[in-house]
């Protein structure tokens, strides 16, 4: 069993940046794929980034070169980095675990409840 937990939400204006953490339960966080979806409001559940359990990170196209995961299995923690924030980013973050190798972008196993990231223009 994995809880997750994530924080770091928050308004910030266009330009800004913020930093997302997920704090996970379970003492073999490091086996999980681990991922970052978001949710704009009357809009589906999209995956924007995620890491494997090896270290390897991918994006989604739209935030290429704007935001970074990162995670510290020491610490049972991933982080999302976005800066260059656009009003489009504006959505509900969910942080994701999947005990299948991956980034958590068609697999998850284990959701967080979110946090609200918000981008004034």
């Known amino acids: 069993q994995v809880q997750l937990v994530e924080s770091g939400g928050g308004l910030v204006q266009a330009g800004g940046s913020l930093r997302l953490s997920c704090a996970a339960s379970?003492?073999?966080?490091?086996?999980?794929?681990m991922g970052w979806h978001h949710q704009a409001p009357g809009k589906q559940r999209e995956w924007v980034a995620g890491?494997?359990?090896?270290?390897?990170?991918d994006y989604v196209d739209s935030v290429k070169g704007r935001f970074t995961i990162s995670r510290d299995n020491a610490k049972n923690m991933v982080y999302l980095q976005m800066n260059s924030l656009s009003p489009e980013d504006t959505a509900v973050y969910y942080c994701?675990?999947?005990?299948?190798?991956?980034?958590?972008?068609?697999?998850?196993?284990?959701w967080g409840q979110g946090t609200q990231v918000t981008v004034s223009s």
């Open positions: 994701a675990a999947s005990r299948r190798y991956g980034t958590a972008r068609y697999s998850q196993d284990y």
């Open positions: 379970g003492r073999i966080f490091s086996n999980y794929g």
């Open positions: 890491i494997t359990s090896s270290g390897s990170p």
